[in-house]
């Protein structure tokens, strides 16, 4: 009896890159929830520091007004999105509780101006007055961080390893780490529980979601982003690693984003990247400016241009690139 038979199944057959020991879907699935699965401690210790962060003092009323709304939230239904603009002002953004983690009810959350977020328990939606936003042309590159292009230590790739920079991004633990000023900087997280990390898992499997890493001399993933590709929008959802390799990743990441024609990045409320030029936007004109933009964009797997990395010597001024420790000529990048 004649069966049907799809073009890539013949495809495959002569593939040179399919090998009979390849693995299943179901094989990689498993690896995938095994990356993402949080231990028995790193769950204790994200839900003490959420405990201890939502009942200090000068949160406590933030708190209140938080589980009053989850308590009355009418979002549940996965067809009713909150309406961005009864989001609470303390906290600030806060309007309701995820009701469909599914990518396509994701990416529709996100066209209207919500965003994910959360710590424990389901995540939540979220609309802050204001947003942190960067054109990708509009990048601020100082001469430290031309420097920290120069570097041979350190190798940036895309979307290589995703599972474990959401994981890595997950955990509550902070990271410790020297920036390119000598400095010593310590970024504390609070992590995100493993339905929220399976989320943008998801969305990284149907090409929505994109990482960036960079590792280290020995191969170590020292930094990574985690972001959304909607049309010619990128949303920075969390980032983890050292101040100079997490400037480094930003670097290379708007790099090509101009290039590729994004025009805009949003860095939701990560305040801390004002130093390269994200700069705060009322939530009203947040959503005017994204009108229109959530088309087009850049699909599939990505890869690192070297034509979109290049920064010459001259550029950088000898006192600045002296103070890169361990710096030498040349950023690693891997396609």
Not at 292 to 305: A, I
Request: proline share 6%; with cysteine; net charge positive.
């Amino acid at each position: 009896m004649a069966r049907d038979i799809r073009i890539d199944q013949v495809a495959a057959l002569f593939s040179e890159g399919v090998s009979p020991d390849a693995p299943t879907r179901g094989e990689l699935r498993r690896r995938r929830d095994e990356v993402l699965r949080e231990s028995p401690k790193e769950r204790l210790v994200r839900l003490f520091g959420a405990l201890r962060h939502g009942l200090s003092p000068q949160r406590l009323s933030e708190t209140w007004a938080a589980v009053d709304l989850v308590l009355r939230d009418r979002s549940i239904c996965p067809l009713d999105l909150p309406d961005p603009e009864q989001a609470l002002s303390k906290p600030d953004g806060l309007c309701g509780i995820t009701a469909d983690l599914s990518p396509e009810a994701i990416i529709d959350a996100y066209t209207r101006g919500l965003h994910l977020g959360g710590s424990v328990g389901r995540p939540t939606w979220w609309s802050p007055s204001q947003r942190y936003v960067l054109s990708p042309g509009d990048t601020h590159i100082s001469g430290k961080v031309r420097g920290l292009l120069l570097r041979r230590d350190a190798r940036v790739t895309f979307d290589r390893s995703p599972y474990e920079v959401i994981a890595a991004c997950a955990r509550p633990e902070p990271h410790a780490g020297a920036n390119y000023r000598g400095e010593e900087r310590r970024a504390s997280r609070r992590g995100f529980s493993p339905e929220r990390a399976r989320s943008y898992a998801n969305l990284f499997d149907t090409g929505v979601a994109h990482s960036v890493e960079v590792r280290g001399a020995t191969g170590t993933l020292e930094a990574g982003i985690v972001g959304l590709s909607l049309g010619r929008v990128f949303v920075i959802e969390t980032l983890f690693g050292a101040a100079d390799m997490v400037d480094l990743a930003l670097v290379v990441l708007h790099r090509h984003l101009a290039a590729w024609g994004y025009e805009l990045i949003d860095a939701k409320q990560l305040k801390g990247l004002a130093r390269l030029g994200f700069a705060p936007v009322p939530r009203a004109e947040f959503r005017a400016r994204t009108i229109g933009l959530f088309h087009g964009g850049r699909r599939g797997r990505w890869q690192v241009d070297r034509a979109h990395c290049g920064v010459e010597p001259a550029q950088v001024p000898a006192s600045d690139a002296a103070k890169v420790q361990g710096s030498k000529p040349g950023l690693k990048l891997a396609a």
